[in-house]
Structures are given as structure tokens and as C-alpha cells.
């Protein structure tokens, strides 16, 4: 059956990575990347068929592939490419494009595409939710508690209304992923059963949680060149000192909400205090460790940076840090600087919300699904093996 092809998707890519210091046009398709790749199997061209896709316009297939998003930007295709291609800089530029045709509102093209899109969609939400909390601001007195100054209860109301827009939001383009995947796979005639995909789901959560392929690139990697790293500054274990540092923070504050009435008074020692305190500041940690490498761009993976890659962990760090000064102001007489510093906080944090199906955050959903996705389509051929062995 013949297939249409999308002569622009190569340029559209390149638009979502830095420019003209893309240049994956140059490769032709020697395998390099696929030999020298952790993560590459027998039975899979990745990075290569990933890139040749692309050459060739085959869009409807680079958006059902998996394979987009297990890609964790080790950088190792990069350095051995013998003809220069970045082929790591183009699987970032693609999955970026990929966030943008998930996103049926097409913010996530007009953030992704250029940094004046990506700072006036920021603007607009800043605004719309400073106005929003500026409604039931209450001017009291300097040393008034920070939720008598600003209704915990109305932050609550519009934290929930905000959760359900961008809910249905990634819920959508999770759904357009999933479905384009299937397609491919009936279309090829490959599809795998629904009865395999609880299991899949399973597998593919644990494997995003505990980084069980990072670590195996990561592992690969050091091998291939020593000295090793320390364990604290191995790109696993900074990258799951960001995720599990911040879903300490999300379930500190979700326990608070639910254990605890908004605004009382609580220690310092506090048991959910403690926990979103410690989170913060080991999501901090990895979030330094990420921003310091790209400042220094000595190495591939962060040699080049577009806005995006520094957007995204910026917003989260001035969401932790202005979170962390929030809880330090509930016990220190600080006044009217308390309630700036928590009013910041919560645009930012709302900011940081809205934003997740637009941004680089989008990975945390797209590349948990790619895992489960993988999973689920291997699961004929353990099925196969099994019943072969019996």
C-alpha cells in the first residue's frame, strides 16, 4: 500500500534542535550509531532506522516509534559518528518535535520552536495565574500567617481545576502515542496482545522508576571509557535524584493536604515538612549537577543547548528553591517577604504544572509510556520462546 511521505519533516526536526548545528543530513545510514549504541538489539536499527525515517518523511512511523524515547542522550553515537551527523542531537530535536505533534493545542510547537514562543506562553500563564490568586489576596498585616494571606483553600480550588485541564491535556497526547504505536503494529501485522499489556505497564513503570535501562547505558558507558565517574555524578544517578527528589516533594505535599488542615501550625520536625525539605534538596542537587555540565559544555551530550534544555530545569529550580525558602519564612519573622516569596512559589509552581504536556517535563510521560510500549512489544516473542522451551 503506498504510503505518503512528509518532505519537510527532516527541516521541521531541525527546527526544534539548534538550527543549522543539526546536521543528521549528512549520515547515510553506515550503522555506526546502531553498533556502538547500549540499547540496540539484534532486531532493532536505533538509532539508525530512527534517523533514516526522518530522511525519508516517514512521519506517521517516527510517531508510533518507541524507540524515539528510550534514547537517553549518552552522547556515544555522537563522538563515533564518522560523519559528524549528531545523531544524539537529533533524537533530542525529534522527540522535541514528537512533544509538539502529540499536543493538540499547539502550544507545545509555538514553546518548542523558538525561545519567544517559550517565554510568551510562559508570560501568559504567569499572568493569568497571578490574577487568579491576586483575586483572594489578602492585604493583612506584615506578620499574617501565609495562608491567611492567601487562601489555602483557594490555591487548593485552582491547583485542582488547573490538574484537570493539564490532565486532559497529556492524557491526550499520551492516547495519540499510544494509538499511533497500534496502528503501526496491525498495520505490519505485529500487534501485540492486549492480554500482555497489565503486564507491560508493570514492567515499563519499574523500568522509568528504578532506571533500569539508564543504568544500563550508563553502565556501558563507563566501561567503554574509563576512569569511571563517581557514582553522584553518573547521568543515572543525577537524573534519579531530580525525579525521586521531586515525587518526595509531590507526595509530602499531598500527605500534608490530606493529613494535616490547610494552614495549621506544624514543627519544623514535622514528618511531611521533613520529607518535602529533604526532597527539595536532593532535587536541587541534581538539578545543579545538570545546569553546571551544560554551562561547561564539555561534553557531547550537553555541548550543544537549545532554550528548551535550559528551560525547563531552570523553572524547576526556582520552583524548589523559592518552595524551600516558603517553608524557612513559616518559621522566621519575615513579613511582607514571607508572602512574596510564597507567592512566587505558587505562580511557579502552577507555571510548572500547566507546562508538563509543553516542555521537556513531557519526557517523564512519553518516555514512561516508549518503556511500557517496549515492553509490551516483546512480549509475543517471550511468549513465543516460552512456549518453544515447553
Same mark, same amino acid.
Given at each position: 500500500m503506498?504510503?505518503?511521505?512528509?518532505?519537510?519533516?527532516?527541516?521541521?526536526?531541525?527546527?526544534?534542535?539548534?538550527?543549522s548545528?543539526?546536521?543528521?543530513?549528512?549520515?547515510?545510514?553506515?550503522?555506526n550509531?546502531?553498533?556502538?549504541?547500549?540499547?540496540?538489539?539484534?532486531?532493532?536499527?536505533?538509532p539508525?532506522?530512527?534517523?533514516r525515517?526522518?530522511?525519508? =518523511?516517514?512521519?506517521p512511523?517516527?510517531?508510533?516509534?518507541?524507540e524515539?524515547?528510550?534514547?537517553?542522550?549518552?552522547?556515544?553515537?555522537?563522538?563515533?559518528?564518522?560523519r559528524?551527523?549528531?545523531?544524539a542531537?537529533?533524537?533530542?530535536?525529534a522527540?522535541?518535535?514528537?512533544?509538539?505533534?502529540?499536543?493538540?493545542?499547539g %502550544?507545545?510547537?509555538?514553546?518548542?520552536?523558538?525561545i519567544?514562543?517559550?517565554?510568551?506562553?510562559?508570560?501568559?500563564f504567569?499572568?493569568?495565574?497571578? !490574577?487568579?490568586?491576586?483575586?483572594?489576596?489578602?492585604?493583612?498585616?506584615?506578620?499574617?500567617?501565609?495562608?491567611?494571606?492567601?487562601?489555602?483553600?483557594?490555591?487548593? #480550588?485552582?491547583?485542582?481545576?488547573?490538574?484537570?485541564?493539564?490532565?486532559l491535556? &497529556?492524557?491526550?497526547?499520551?492516547?495519540?502515542?499510544?494509538?499511533?504505536?497500534?496502528?503501526?503494529?496491525?498495520?505490519?501485522?505485529?500487534?501485540?496482545?492486549?492480554?500482555?499489556?497489565?503486564?507491560?505497564?508493570?514492567?515499563?513503570?519499574? #523500568?522509568?522508576?528504578?532506571?533500569?535501562?539508564?543504568r544500563?547505558?550508563?553502565?556501558?558507558?563507563?566501561?567503554?571509557?574509563p576512569?569511571?565517574?563517581?557514582?553522584? !555524578?553518573?547521568?543515572?544517578?543525577?537524573?534519579?535524584?531530580v525525579?525521586? =527528589?521531586?515525587?518526595?516533594?509531590?507526595?509530602?505535599?499531598?500527605? #500534608?493536604?490530606?493529613?494535616k488542615?490547610?494552614?495549621?501550625?506544624a514543627?519544623?520536625?514535622?514528618?511531611?515538612?521533613?520529607?518535602?525539605?529533604?526532597?527539595?534538596?536532593?532535587? %536541587?542537587?541534581?538539578?545543579?549537577?545538570?545546569l553546571?555540565?551544560r554551562?561547561?559544555?564539555?561534553?557531547?551530550?550537553?555541548?550543544?543547548?537549545?532554550? &528548551?534544555?535550559?528551560?525547563?530545569?531552570?523553572?524547576? &529550580?526556582?520552583?524548589v528553591?523559592?518552595?524551600?525558602?516558603?517553608?524557612?519564612?513559616?518559621?522566621?519573622? !519575615?513579613?511582607?517577604? =514571607?508572602?512574596?516569596i510564597?507567592?512566587?512559589?505558587v505562580?511557579?509552581?502552577?507555571?510548572?504544572?500547566?507546562?508538563?504536556?509543553?516542555t521537556?517535563?513531557?519526557?517523564?510521560?512519553?518516555?514512561? !509510556?516508549?518503556?511500557?510500549?517496549?515492553s509490551?512489544?516483546? &512480549?509475543?516473542?517471550?511468549?513465543?520462546?516460552?512456549?518453544?522451551e515447553?
Open positions: 503506498a504510503r505518503v511521505v512528509n518532505t519537510s519533516l527532516l527541516s521541521n526536526i531541525k527546527r526544534h534542535g539548534k538550527g548545528a543539526l546536521d543528521v543530513s549528512a549520515c547515510f545510514n553506515c550503522g550509531c546502531t553498533a556502538v549504541c547500549p540499547l540496540a538489539e539484534e532486531t532493532a536499527g536505533f539508525r532506522r530512527v534517523i525515517m526522518a530522511q525519508v =518523511g516517514m512521519e512511523e517516527l510517531l508510533a516509534s518507541e524515539l524515547w528510550r534514547c537517553y542522550a549518552c552522547g556515544e553515537c555522537t563522538r563515533t559518528c564518522p559528524q551527523a549528531d545523531p542531537e537529533f533524537m533530542a530535536a522527540r522535541s518535535y514528537a512533544i509538539s505533534r502529540y499536543d493538540f493545542t %502550544l507545545a510547537g509555538l514553546v518548542n520552536r523558538s519567544f514562543g517559550n517565554l510568551l506562553v510562559f508570560a501568559v504567569s499572568l493569568v495565574f497571578e !490574577l487568579l490568586l491576586s483575586a483572594k489576596m489578602n492585604p493583612a498585616g506584615p506578620q499574617a500567617p501565609l495562608f491567611r494571606f492567601l487562601p489555602g483553600w483557594w490555591i487548593h #480550588d485552582v491547583g485542582v481545576g488547573l490538574f484537570a485541564v493539564v490532565g491535556s &497529556a492524557a491526550f497526547g499520551m492516547i495519540s502515542m499510544f494509538a499511533r504505536f497500534r496502528a503501526e503494529r496491525v498495520h505490519h501485522g505485529s500487534a501485540p496482545p492486549l492480554a500482555a499489556l497489565p503486564g507491560a505497564v508493570v514492567s515499563g513503570v519499574l #523500568d522509568a522508576l528504578l532506571h533500569t535501562r539508564f544500563q547505558c550508563d553502565a556501558a558507558e563507563q566501561a567503554a571509557a576512569p569511571t565517574e563517581p557514582l553522584v !555524578l553518573r547521568p543515572w544517578f543525577v537524573h534519579v535524584s525525579m525521586g =527528589g521531586f515525587l518526595a516533594m509531590l507526595l509530602a505535599t499531598t500527605l #500534608d493536604y490530606l493529613l488542615p490547610i494552614g495549621s501550625p514543627p519544623p520536625w514535622y514528618p511531611m515538612r521533613l520529607l518535602g525539605a529533604a526532597g527539595g534538596l536532593v532535587c %536541587l542537587y541534581g538539578l545543579t549537577v545538570m553546571l555540565r554551562i561547561r559544555a564539555k561534553e557531547v551530550p550537553w555541548r550543544k543547548s537549545a532554550f &528548551a534544555d535550559w528551560f525547563f530545569p531552570s523553572l524547576l &529550580a526556582a520552583t528553591l523559592t518552595g524551600l525558602a516558603t517553608e524557612t519564612a513559616v518559621y522566621l519573622p !519575615l513579613g511582607r517577604i =514571607g508572602h512574596t510564597f507567592f512566587v512559589h505562580v511557579l509552581a502552577m507555571d510548572l504544572i500547566a507546562m508538563l504536556p509543553l521537556k517535563f513531557a519526557h517523564v510521560l512519553y518516555r514512561t !509510556l516508549a518503556l511500557v510500549l517496549y509490551w512489544r516483546r &512480549a509475543p516473542v517471550a511468549v513465543t520462546a516460552a512456549d518453544a515447553a
